[in-house]
């Protein structure tokens, strides 16, 4: 299998977009792009040029896909005004009807208008029907390794944490019920369909798909994404979206069974270290990728996407690149893969 990264955030603009080829088929992952925040220290001018380019990198990367996969609904992982280059492409991508957020529902609504409206001149109506209401068990059921950790003196506030969080889940299950359900697709033109779960072969290329996951946290409000496993032969290709770091014990020991030759990780929200993530969430990412470091026989791991955000990335994640470098693992970030510096460090 040949593994190119195609834009990623130590290059100057969010995105997490990796081409994945094989003798069977070419497998775009997360095409989609989006300028860095206000805090990125690169002038606003050169922030624009950085997101220009890479959107023209992904464009073209889109155009020899064979299969496209979007992983959720957020702008750095899919491409919503360009819906010309998803024509007579097989997409597999993120069930818009149920384990999403509000405002990912809203844009994935949009999209799928745009998609169907322009690729299929087709009302949108026509894709909708009532959904089947449901019973959504418990998300943490399945997080053995996460509900037995000890959290020492975080262990009241992380109680207090789940328990708004369990709520704030039940209320989002109510609205799945509600919502109208927008369906896949299978024609000529255009394939979609919904990947959590499933398992799909090209050849001797196999695709496999994790359940819904959540978006860092347990209970984010960020909302749930999945991630993308690629087979061939004996190779594995794992490509993680958005887990940050991982954070959770038990995606990181799914990683560590699955064992790949290339991991695709994104990091921890550094550049939002006490807003968004807190210390002993921050640790939590640490302390699970020095586990897949020490467990795994994977060749490379691309360690991105998030944390390259601010230029002390390496010192927040320290022990990470220690244990790499003791271990002999390769460790690094798109841009080094591709023989460059990352573009905050240019600025520090």
Not at 76 to 86: K, M, P, S, T
Request: with cysteine.
């Amino acid at each position: 299998m040949k593994f190119t990264p195609i834009w990623f955030d130590s290059l100057g603009a969010k995105s997490s977009c990796v081409l994945i080829a094989t003798e069977d088929v070419k497998i775009l992952i997360d095409p989609g792009i989006a300028i860095m925040q206000p805090s990125f220290p690169a002038p606003l001018a050169k922030k624009l040029y950085l997101e220009s380019l890479g959107l023209r990198k992904i464009k073209n990367a889109m155009k020899k896909a064979d299969v496209i996969v979007i992983s959720h609904y957020h702008y750095d992982h899919y491409l919503l005004n360009h819906i010309e280059l998803y024509k007579g492409k097989t997409m597999f991508v993120k069930n818009p009807n149920e384990y999403i957020n509000d405002s990912q529902r809203k844009r994935a609504k949009e999209f799928f208008q745009s998609l169907y409206g322009e690729m299929l001149d087709r009302e949108f109506e026509e894709f909708l029907s009532r959904k089947r209401k449901l019973a959504y068990p418990d998300p943490l059921r399945e997080l053995k390794l996460a509900m037995k950790r000890d959290f020492g003196d975080y262990a009241g506030r992380r109680k207090e944490v789940l328990k708004a969080g369990y709520e704030w889940f039940r209320r989002r299950t109510e609205r799945w019920n509600k919502w109208f359900e927008i369906k896949g697709c299978d024609e000529k033109k255009l394939m979609v369909e919904y990947a959590e779960g499933r398992c799909f072969e090209f050849g001797k290329t196999r695709i496999r798909f994790t359940k819904p996951l959540f978006h860092g946290v347990e209970f984010s409000r960020v909302g749930w994404v999945f991630s993308t496993v690629v087979e061939r032969k004996g190779e594995k290709i794992i490509h993680t979206s958005d887990v940050n770091g991982p954070i959770i014990e038990d995606y990181a020991e799914w990683i560590a069974m699955e064992n790949p030759d290339i991991l695709v990780l994104d990091g921890p929200m550094t550049y939002m270290f006490g807003y968004l993530l807190n210390r002993t969430n921050l640790q939590r990412a640490v302390k699970n990728l020095v586990r897949i470091l020490k467990t795994t026989d994977t060749k490379l791991i691309i360690y991105d996407h998030h944390l390259p955000r601010e230029a002390k990335f390496r010192e927040h994640t320290k022990e990470v690149w220690e244990v790499a470098k003791r271990l002999k693992k390769r460790l690094i970030t798109a841009a080094e893969f591709l023989g460059k510096t990352p573009e905050v460090l240019k600025y520090a």
